[in-house]
């Protein structure tokens, strides 16, 4: 299924043309833009990138080792998730040392190690925050089950009396995301006093519980862990949860379910409630947190240097969009991942509104809009963009279910990052789908480790389809993941042709296209390009002009519609797929570099 990307001039004798009274959807950044506000940043999932020790885990020296092929793919910075210590409840999003490293992926010197060598190579390095929840292990939990109730140690949780006539039912009616209620009672009750023990609040699993962000020493904590990471060098953060910090007073009920990732999972379609109508999300407060966290960062960053900014990327899971520009506002954090271009269903009318809504939202603050597809928790594009298009968006995928169309998948999947590539601002890519990576939809049940899966009854499928450990050689054991064979979870039989070496210097290949599309873009600066509509084409095309400040005008189009598109005259720079005759097929996306 490897097309051929022909690389010629195409000429038109059609309409569409560049006009430069076409609706402006955003204006172009100065030349000397700070590097985050076009970086194209790779999400490395650690456990499943590259195995040094041969344990059938990822590990920090693995990823070392391999961070050549990243600096050759392009890409500007990658963004690791967590590597703490953990007790690996929720694959490391369960921290129990902020400020060591997990046995299973290393040491602190391996992560010194990593970040020399990333710096070596130009690419900068974004780590995971967890500032939501600490893991059950942590010292200081250990500590609130320890002192008991009404200490001091329990109020840097969440921690309540039960309800119910014997207090042996959960303080509120809130449910945890990964499913069953957000409460976990601690100790059964005390049969000599007749007390019952209390409940902590866990929005996630029972060995997550929710920290007290209206605790003074919650939050000189976590400065300190900021300030302990970039003292390393680290040049940035991702925000896990970032909405989730403070709830509102009281803990009201709240009788909907309790959904962070919108997945729809059998529940139809969901009124559009605004995110901060729950009582758990997007609260008002968690901003004053940011503002602070942002003075730690700028602090690091004394002389104002754009290229030493130190960033933060929230993951709020927030709607309207409006909502997830409060994040970035001057004072807050730098980027927020555009969840909203990741949800949309494969059709022209919806991505064209919601990419020209994306681009007003962050320049409503003054900040980048980012651009993403697939991640750690979600059905990977290549499979998602080959479900019937509008189903609602699955949490896994099993052998039991319908199966994506791999073909229809992978031709909209790379017209898709066709697109994607092709706006102006910071874009995230997620390991794998370069080689276009599908879903495995055949992770067998006694394999499955996320623990939505265990929580729902084995109901929900859960995320581990999409964290199946990466594809490197195709006849090495474990597909060069390791040199021992072992992976903690199974490979699919069809990611053996799609490893990076059956990809390498393949014309037409995935990885080919996405090196051509992320050199193209840094060649013509379209990551701090502006926007306008390209006229002449129907409603099944998008069409955009990439204005770049240095001049060049870069068409960037994809055909939804049945029929062939023309494509504008100039030089054909990137196709997603093989053109027909010259002219854009359906699914099919291009760059044209007009004359
Ligand atoms: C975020 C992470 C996800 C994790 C959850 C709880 O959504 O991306 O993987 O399970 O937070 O920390």
Known sequence: MLVTSTLH???????????????????PDGPDAAWWRHAVIYQIYPRSWADADGDGVGDLPGITNRLPYLRDLGVDAVWLSPFYRSPMADAGYDVADYRDIDPLFGSLSDATALLARAKELG??????????????????????LAAGPGSPERERYIFREGSGPTGDEPPNNWLSVFRGPAWT????????????GQWYLNLFDSKQPDLNWQHPQVREEFHDILRFWLARGVDGFRVDVAHGLVKRAGLPAWDEASVMIDDHDGAGEREAIPTNAAPMWDQDGVHEIYRGWREVLDAAN??????????????AWVEPIDRLT???????MHQAFNFPFLVTPWRAGELREVIAQSLRAADSVGAPTTWVLSNHDVVRHASRLGLPIGDPRPNGIGPNDTQPDAVVGLRRARAATTLMLGLPGSAYLYQGEELGLPESTQVPDDARQDPAWFRSGKTVLGRDGCRIPMAWEADAP?????????????????????????????????????????GARREHDLGTGGLRELPGYGDDVIAYVNEAHDGSHTAVLVNLGEQPAPLPSGRLVAASGELLGGALPTDTAAWVLLD
């Open 302 to 315: 004394p002389a104002g240097d754009p290229a030493q900014d130190k960033i933060l990327c929230a993951e």
């Open 9 to 27: 001039t195409t000429e038109t004798t059609t309409s569409p043309e560049h006009r430069p009274d076409a609706l402006l959807l955003h204006a």
């Open 326 to 332: 409060l994040y970035t506002r001057r004072d807050e």
């Open 123 to 144: 690419l900068r390095v974004i780590v995971d925050l967890v500032p939501n929840h600490t893991s059950d292990e942590h010292e200081w939990f250990q500590a609130a």
């Open 185 to 196: 009672q601690v100790q059964a009750g005390d049969p000599a006093t007749g007390a019952k």
């Open 478 to 518: 474990a597909l060069g993941f390791n040199d021992t064979g072992a992976t903690w979870l199974p490979q699919p039989q069809e990611y053996r042709e799609l490893a990076v070496d059956r990809q390498t210097g393949v014309p037409g290949s995935t990885l080919e296209l996405y090196r051509t599309l992320l």
